[in-house]
């Protein structure tokens, strides 16, 4: 098997042009399946959650859930989208065993919402998302492969289906190719999914949560030479989090640019992202629409919204987030380019309930964007998985504050936090990590690092107060960084003066 030589990611886009397109996946949070009244509760035993309908047996008839369509509608218009006055369900048939029916029920030339856009800013420019469509449709089942290290089917030597989730109110919403990204394209697509998931988490529809699954994104890549026509795109399926959405994309342009510069082509197929090394794999070739022969569902009604209704619908819309960062951008006092890597984070949430649980603007954009990014970033999770909830952090800003501890001994609690040792006050206690403000233990701790610096302690005498720091920095080694340095610093210049 020949090796190709993968190019770097600078040389493949100063060669080729990538266009992307993004097809996300949201689980709608209904009480009920979008065309039965089994539960949809995450995490049920396997198989406890299905009904004739959702295992398509026959006879049984589906009747559709409103709330699943009233959310799809709210979703379409938060995204610019127009609303059909008047559409229909398709059958899409395939055959995979985690779809019981063999065939799902979607929607194909009549969805529900169209000609939309979302907004985002990357680099400092905005970029314009057309949305192609908003269309309703139903989850299917689970597979799991057991026996294999992977957890896919390779290797594995048997596979389970677990029903529940199949018949679950699934949303598609697809953009249209955007081209023109140049070496932005892996950094658009991850703002694009990061203000999808906050539009639709602003409508309360969905928990839009990557690592369970109610929120999925496959992304398609392509490659060009400048001037010519689009290439043959990629398909990379099921994509879990934001970090991954923008590494799969960098990854897809280095592979096509490689196979295009060895002469080979880009086979149009679904592809699958590893998470550990950073690159896709093959899955199967892909379909065409004509191969799912799609056709009327002929045991549902037309969906036809009352106007008046989805005006009702468009009036009750939340604060849309771009405006909500704008209003707390101008709460917190920082600048567009800090707000931007704040939403780039997807720390905005976390940050604004970090305030209200008790610390400052600055107090919780310093924990987050900081000491906790770092953490997420070196073990490939999002922010909001690292381990401290928002009350949390703003409990430990509250420890600083009252000067409890100091920026050091924070950073240790914090380690206790995420390691599951207990809330900030009980770490602190636990290991001992309280800041000494007893005047009679630092005073004496002064004393001997002054008799140990004679010579610092003569250029202070002379005036040189600059030079306490070094004095400073030997009674925090004393105490193991746990006095209070601006009290030390105080008791240094009493002293020698």
Not at 210 to 224: A, F, Y
Not at 391 to 398: D, M, N, S, Y
């Amino acid at each position: 098997m020949t090796t190709i030589a993968l190019p770097t990611y600078e040389d493949a886009v100063a060669r080729y042009e990538p266009v992307i397109g993004l097809e996300t996946h949201v689980e709608l949070g209904t009480q009920t399946k979008m065309f039965c009244g089994c539960r949809t509760e995450f995490g049920a035993e396997p198989n406890t959650q299905v009904c004739p309908v959702c295992l398509g047996l026959p006879g049984a008839l589906p009747v559709a859930n409103r709330a699943g369509i009233e959310a799809t509608i709210r979703i379409g218009l938060a995204l610019n989208c127009g609303i059909a006055e008047w559409c229909r369900m398709a059958r899409k048939n395939y055959f995979y065993p985690d779809m019981p029916k063999n065939f799902q029920t979607s929607q194909y030339d009549e969805p529900l919402c169209t000609e939309g856009y979302v907004d985002v800013e990357v680099g400092g420019k905005k970029y314009r998302i057309g949305i192609e469509r908003v269309h309703l449709e139903e989850d299917t089942g689970k597979s799991l492969h057991v026996g294999g290290a992977t957890g896919r089917i390779q290797g594995a030597t048997e596979s389970l289906v677990d029903y529940n989730r199949a018949g679950i109110p699934l949303v598609e919403i697809v953009t249209k190719p955007v081209p023109g990204l140049g070496e932005l394209a892996p950094e658009v697509a991850r703002a694009y999914v990061t203000e999808l998931r906050d539009i639709i988490r602003s409508l309360g529809v969905s928990d839009v949560r990557m690592e369970q699954g109610s929120l999925r994104c496959d992304v398609n890549t392509s490659l060009n030479k400048s001037g010519a026509e689009w290439g043959t795109r990629t398909e990379t399926k099921n994509v879990n989090s934001l970090r991954s959405v923008e590494r799969a994309v960098r990854s897809e342009i280095i592979r096509q640019a490689a196979v295009l510069d060895g002469g080979g082509r880009i086979i149009q197929e679904t592809r699958h992202f590893h998470e550990d090394r950073g690159e896709t794999s093959p899955g199967r070739s892909k379909e065409e629409a004509t191969d799912y022969r799609y056709f009327p569902e002929p045991d549902l009604v037309p969906i036809a919204p009352d106007p008046a209704w989805v005006a009702e619908l468009k009036a009750a819309l939340p604060e849309k987030p771009s405006v909500k960062r704008a209003r707390l951008r101008e709460d917190w006092g920082i600048s567009e380019l800090d707000m931007q890597s704040v939403a780039n984070a997807g720390a905005v949430e976390l940050i604004e309930e970090t305030i209200a649980a008790g610390a400052s603007p600055a107090g919780a954009r310093k924990w987050w964007m900081g000491e906790l990014a770092r953490r997420a970033n070196e073990t490939g999770v999002e922010l909001s998985a690292v381990g401290p909830t928002p009350a949390q952090v703003a409990e430990l800003q509250k420890l600083v504050d009252e000067g409890k501890l100091n920026d050091k001994l924070a950073r240790a609690v914090l380690e206790g936090v995420v390691a599951g040792e207990g809330d900030p006050a009980a770490v602190m206690a636990a290991r001992g990590l309280e800041v000494v403000n007893d005047e009679g233990a630092l005073t004496a701790a002064v004393d001997e690092a002054i008799a140990a610096n004679p010579d610092i302690a003569a250029k202070i005498r002379d005036g040189k107060v600059a030079a306490a720091g070094a004095l400073v920095g030997a009674v925090m080694k004393t105490t193991r960084g746990q006095a209070d340095a601006k009290t030390v610093r105080e008791l240094i210049l009493a002293r020698l003066s």
